[in-house]
Each structure stands twice: as C-alpha cells, then as structure tokens.
C-alpha cells in the first residue's frame, strides 16, 4: 500500500555514539528499536560549545551518558522536546537534572478531543502526562542560543502537541514523528488527528527548508517533495476505505482486512487506529456516515 513512497530503510547509525548530520547538528541514536521506533529514537545536539538537545530520548541511563559524554566540556543551554512520547520524552527529567538546562515545549500532553470509552490505546499509553516544559512556545516563537535561531513550528496530528523546528540558517527542520524517511507515521485518536495531521503536512510542504531531520531514522532529504508523497499516500488510503465501503457497511476490522495486505501482525493495532484517524476525518468532512462519534467498534458506511 506504501510502495506510493520511496521510503529509505538503509540507516546505519550506532546506538550511543555522536555523528555529525551538518556542521551544526549532531545525533545520538537510542537503544530502543522497535516497531514503531524503527533502529531506535534520534536526540539531536544542536550548536557548539552552548548546544541545544532536540529530544532527549527515552528513559534510558545508557542513552543519557551518551548524550552527556558526547557534549563534555560544552554546556546544554536548552532541552527541547517534539512531543510528549515518552521514546522522546523518557531522558528529559535526567537530562535536566545533570545539565539544569530548561526544557522547550508547545505544552503538556493533550487528546485532541476527549477520550471515548474503550477508546484508549497502547500510543495513547505511550504518552508522558507528567511533562510540563519551562517554556511554552507558541507557533511561531523563536528560540535562540549561541550561533543558531530556532522558529518553532506547530504540527499535530501525529500528537496534538507536535512542534517540528526550523533551523532555517541551515536548511533544515527537526520534523520528530512528523515525517520519516523510512516508514509514514502513526496517526492514532484521540491525541493524533487526520485531519490535523494533513493540513500539518501541507503547512510543511509550503516551506523552502529541503532536509528533514526525524525522531526516526535517517534524514529526510528533498523534503517538500517527499511530503508530497506523503500527503498522496493518505489520499490514495483515503480512496481505499471509500472504495471498500461501497461494497456495504463495514467495521473497522473489516476495511482493515481489506485494504492492508500483508500487514506485519504487530503493527494490526496501529493499522485500525489509522483507519479509525482516516473514517474521523470523513465523517467530518460529510462523506462517511456513522452512529455518534467516530470509535474503534463502529459500523461505517457512505454518506
Ligand atoms: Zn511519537
């Protein structure tokens, strides 16, 4: 179904060591593959000798005396969070008690709308409601450190709280679970949003900025074009669920069987919530019918 985006799964980056991504910027891969997480979650140091760190990462000792190790004899001015997953989130309490560094973050975590009963879901339970950043930083805001400008970028969809970040001198946006070269990414309600998440990609797809750097896997080059892709792939999904309702009403466990063939058994949970993000986004768009709000053990059929 994915064969729409040329997805890039060579990455080879060694958990624990600092690489160079540009002059400016370098990656501390976690260990903490997996799934949804690919070869692990990438934090970012951005600048030199007063850095900033994009995602601290998991709550993984290992991973935080690498991201120490790696900016020894410097000083972390800012910790700066893409949102409240605890794969990104689960270092910062550590993080900021050894550097005393403030954190940066759009706001607590958040559902997008309330929570229906039955609703809740293993992303869900992957939220950090414990978070509340030291700087809450409006779309639009700029963060500044030594030698680097940040323009901090709302996107949800992916979490309602979702900042990528725009290092504009370079060319470049820390995107986190946004876009990634390697896989699309999860939009599960009640805190990820379809309709959110496509009107994010656009905004993303109308700046100049051509590298992407992920919370996942390797970067992102020629990024409005590959947000492109992106945004055709839900479309052409989108399609694939309507075409499988014109055949009658049906659940989500139905249309899930029918329009992803071959789908890892693990990834069977994500594939509904995907489709539940998809059949939201149509009901409210008029085009799909179902009784009360959109849920996970609906019928649905064309409007
Ligand atoms: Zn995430």
Not at 11 to 26: C, H, K, Q
Not at 54 to 76: C, I, S, T, W, Y
Request: with cysteine.
């Amino acid at each position: 179904m994915a064969d729409d985006i040329p997805f890039d799964r060579k990455f080879e980056a060694v958990p624990g060591r600092a690489e160079a991504v540009t002059p400016l910027v370098r990656r501390v891969l976690a260990p903490n593959p997996g799934p949804f997480t690919f070869t692990g979650t990438c934090s970012y140091i951005l600048g030199r000798g007063e850095v900033a760190i994009v995602d601290p990462g998991p709550d993984d000792a290992a991973h935080v005396e690498a991201l120490l190790a790696a900016v020894q004899g410097e000083r972390v001015t800012h910790i700066l969070l893409t949102h409240t997953h605890r794969d990104h989130s689960g270092a910062l309490e550590a993080l900021k008690a050894r550097t005393g560094a403030p954190t940066y973050a759009q706001g607590p975590h958040r559902a997008a709308r309330p929570l229906h009963e039955g609703e809740a879901n293993t992303l869900d339970a992957a939220a950090d409601r414990g978070f509340f950043p030291d700087v809450a930083l409006a779309d639009g805001a700029a963060i500044e450190g030594a030698g680097w400008r940040l323009e901090a970028l709302a996107t949800p969809g992916h979490a309602a709280n979702h900042m990528a970040f725009v290092l504009a001198q370079d060319g470049l946006i820390f995107v986190g679970d946004h876009v990634m070269a390697w896989a699309t990414t999860v939009v599960a309600p009640p805190d990820g949003s379809m309709s959110d998440y496509m009107e994010s990609l656009r905004r993303l797809q109308a700046r100049p900025e051509p590298l992407y750097l992920p919370g996942h896997g390797g970067p992102v080059r020629e990024g409005p074009a590959f947000v492109g892709r992106y945004i055709r792939h839900r479309v052409a999904r989108e399609t694939a669920i309507l075409r499988a309702l014109s055949r009658g009403p049906m659940s989500i466990p139905e249309i899930v069987r029918a329009i992803y063939i071959g789908l890892d058994p693990r990834l069977n949970e994500a594939a509904g919530l995907s489709t539940l993000a998809h059949l939201e986004d149509l009901a409210a768009r008029g085009e799909v019918l179902t009784e009360g709000p959109a849920t996970l053990d609906g019928v649905f059929t064309l409007a």
